[in-house]
């Protein structure tokens, strides 16, 4: 069978790979003097396995928030006798100085440092190791690199470590690319003004490929010096002038280049006809293009009239923008993101980014995530109104890119923002059966992320949204130890957004239901009960009986289904106390009663915990809400269920005056004589045992009628799911023996014997599909 899109399982590599990662000191390393970490002596590891190793550490560093980075784990890599390192990714604030010194000794042939903004001019040092093998080089965004760090004195007590994050003071004027005689591709984005990228880049006359995104170029021609050599060059967000155009186009080898820019404020270059008919005839090996953000001047484009007729045609010579029509074939890329260009009809390249269509704005993502997330935040702003208005047919893909982008910027909040709006549209019903497990659950991960990163409003409202599209618990439950913990998190603030209460109790609410005891006590060890018992609190005190008052109620219920350690939790956070003000201040809310009520049964089978019940006032509410009417007969069944139980205990246990137990065994049996026995339920029994515990006893007659007139109700109006259930769980003997005890009433024993019947004439039933 096939599987579904995004299914491909990860490779036995990939697994192994994050395995030792995350359990260093168990597979290839062992603790050493001050508990540092030392690889094994009869570890040799060739560069394919190291070079993963290091770059998969820094992507769980970035994306897993239970992976704990490693102090020393770059020492691990000094010796090249062991272990061999040769393209290395790393990226952000964790790499230091010292990591780099650490791997000094590597003859690396390709090293990405993205925005690694604590390395500092002593890195620079480490650079010139590798410049005898170094062949790629990106430095993009690590602004501080050129600069040396001041030693700010010490405050008393704190280490001496050259990593705190210090002024960057003198430029490291030392430093020169002299030597790198291999480098071919470098990457300078982002440097700093007070840099002086001529001098600085004068020893490379051999480069094919060179980034200055956002540098400042005071005299453009010194780019001629590679006008015989170069393929690629980016310019984003530098400022173009007619010089620095003219120099370009004497580049006559570029394939690649990207003169695009973030948008068009400050801008006071135009994009003329001229300009671009001149970047065509002198760029005769140009592939890729990208022109974004630039005022186009209207003379580029045909009026519409004039255009070709019949569909979209990527040949240059039908071309609806007027330099292009030069070209000898079609761009594989051309950039009009964010320009009037992408509009156009026919545009001759295979792959354009622009906002017109879903096409386009998914191929900005792509292109521009890594480096311009500036640009990516707009283009899935882009997408959110896409899958929200229109239908998105690329589904796989978009989803792909937003989970790309979201665990690239984990710190970026547009990203965020924008991202989790339109996960909520991409894995809502319309479209989820095109997912995979495996998707869905790269879907949960970075929301989840999300909400630990910000604790802000839209973040929380766009995560804890989509969230509700997953099937829970079962699809959460991979998560399920740090969604509860997110969750309560969330709900701890006295005065959090609305919305966001409601929709985190909900979710709360669909965790406890239906999942294991352990995990349930888990979850109450977290504070779950509390931060319920809190929510109704400040409900109360604003005399509020809302949905969350109500979900609250229904969590506590659930968390509480045969959890005894729960069900004390809430009576020493003083929650029978909230019961009684919340029956007096919303005598009418009948949902919320249920609610109530159904918590207080699963307290009663608690034999430990019955006592703290038995109080006049609690017997007496319980005996009042025996006449209730309110959501049928649950509120009624639910208060006699909890008497049941105190029943049970005997007489003797009967430690009030007033109300009688007599009196009250009464009122029992008629409220029982009042149900209906077809009624249909508002409950969700997963084991009869606290029922069936009632049954074989002579000590309250009424407990027994109660138990049994229940287990009637259930197998004759659901027989499919409860009469296996009774089966299972031993039902049928309990209930010969009520009809052979003398004390059992005359209606209690042939309701056990039409329980009996139910359940045979179930198992002889030919359409019977569940044995």
């Not at 790393?90 to 650490?102: I, N, S």
């Not at 293009?289 to 186009?296: A, P």
């Not at 839209?458 to 399920?480: D, G």
Request: glycine fraction near 4%.
């Amino acid at each position: 069978m096939a599987g579904k899109a995004g299914d491909n399982p990860d490779s036995l590599m990939a697994l192994c790979t994050v395995f030792c990662l995350k359990n260093l000191r168990r597979t290839m390393c062992y603790t050493g003097v001050r508990n540092r970490l030392y690889l094994r002596p009869d570890v040799f590891l060739p560069s394919e396995i190291c070079d993963k190793l290091v770059n998969v550490y820094m992507e769980l560093v970035h994306t897993d928030s239970n992976f704990v980075p490693q102090d020393g784990f770059f020492q691990l890599f000094f010796d090249p006798r062991s272990t061999r390192l040769t393209r290395l990714q790393l990226k952000g604030d964790f790499v230091r100085d010292k990591d780099l010194e650490a791997i000094g000794k590597q003859d690396l042939i390709e090293l990405n440092l993205t925005s690694c903004n604590h390395l500092s001019a002593r890195s620079l040092q480490t650079l010139s190791s590798f410049k005898h093998t170094l062949v790629s080089l990106n430095l993009f965004g690590c602004a501080n690199i050129f600069f040396h760090k001041t030693r700010a004195p010490l405050a008393r007590g704190e280490d001496d470590d050259e990593e705190e994050h210090l002024p960057r003071h003198a430029v490291d004027s030392d430093f020169t690319f002299q030597g790198f005689n291999r480098l071919r591709l470098l990457n300078l984005g982002n440097l700093p003004a007070e840099v002086d990228v001529e001098v600085l880049l004068k020893p490379l006359p051999a480069l094919t490929s060179l980034d200055l995104s956002g540098v400042y170029l005071a005299r453009p021609a010194f780019l001629a010096q590679w006008r015989d050599r170069l393929a690629s060059l980016v310019l984003y967000n530098v400022d173009l002038s007619e010089d620095l155009i003219s120099t370009v186009v004497q580049i006559s080898r570029l394939r690649h280049l990207d003169i695009s820019r973030e948008n068009q404020r400050n801008s006071k270059f135009k994009m003329t006809k001229k300009i671009l008919t001149s970047i065509v005839r002198g760029l005769g090996s140009l592939v890729s293009l990208d022109i974004s953000g630039h005022i186009m001047l209207d003379n580029c484009t045909m009026p519409q009239i004039e255009e070709a007729m019949g569909p979209p045609s990527i040949e240059p010579c039908k071309s609806s923008i007027y330099p292009f029509q030069e070209l000898k074939r079609p761009l594989q890329f051309l950039g009009l993101y964010n320009t009037t260009l992408c509009n156009v009809t026919h545009i001759p390249a295979y792959k354009v980014t622009g906002s017109k269509n879903e096409d386009q704005v998914l191929n900005a993502i792509e292109a521009y995530t890594e480096y311009r997330p500036e640009l990516a935040h707009r283009a899935i702003n882009q997408l959110f109104d896409i899958a929200r208005i229109q239908h998105c047919n690329q589904l796989l893909r978009a989803l792909q890119l937003v989970i790309a982008a979201l665990k690239c910027h984990k710190y970026d909040k547009s990203i965020q923002v924008t991202g989790s709006a339109a996960l909520f549209y991409l894995t809502n019903t319309e479209y989820r059966n095109d997912q995979s497990v495996r998707l869905r659950r790269q879907v949960i991960e970075v929301v989840l992320n999300g909400m630990e990163q910000y604790q802000e409003v839209t973040v929380q409202r766009n995560c804890c949204l989509t969230l509700c599209n997953f099937s829970i618990p079962e699809e959460l439950e991979f998560q399920y130890h740090r969604v509860n913990l997110l969750l309560l998190k969330i709900l701890e603030p006295a005065r959090q957004d609305e919305s966001i209460q409601r929709i985190a109790v909900h979710l709360c609410n669909a965790l406890v239901c239906q999942v294991d005891n352990d995990h349930k006590e888990a979850v109450g060890k977290m504070g779950f009960v509390k931060t319920m018992l809190n929510l109704i609190k400040k409900k109360l005190q604003d005399r509020l009986c809302d949905q969350v008052m109500e979900f609250s109620w229904s969590a506590l219920w659930n968390i509480t289904d045969e959890t005894p350690d729960n069900c004390e939790m809430f009576l020493n956070c003083s929650g029978m106390d909230l019961f009684l003000e919340c029956l007096q201040e919303f005598p009418d809310k009948q949902e919320l009663h249920r609610n109530m009520l159904g918590l207080l049964g699963n307290v009663a089978e608690v034999k430990a915990l019955r006592p703290q019940l038995l109080t006049s006032q609690f017997i007496s509410v319980f005996s009042n809400l025996l006449d209730s009417k309110a959501d049928g007969i649950e509120v009624s069944y639910n208060a006699c269920g909890v008497l049941s139980h105190i029943m049970f205990d005997g007489p003797e246990a009967w430690t009030i005056e007033d109300p009688e137990r007599v009196w009250v065994m009464d009122k029992m049996w008629d409220a029982i004589q009042s149900w209906d026995i077809s009624s249909r339920r508002n409950i969700n029994y997963r084991s009869f045992e606290p029922i069936l515990r009632l049954l074989p006893q002579s000590i309250s007659p009424v407990s027994q009628h109660w138990a049994t007139w229940a287990l009637y109700n259930l197998v004759s109006v659901y027989p499919s799911k409860y009469c296996p259930l009774l089966v299972k769980e031993g039902g049928i003997a309990l209930l010969e023996k009520v009809i052979e005890l003398e004390s059992s009433h005359e209606e209690t024993k042939d309701m056990a014997r039409k329980v009996m019947e139910q359940c045979e004439n179930f198992k002889e039933d030919p359409m019977d599909t569940s044995r």
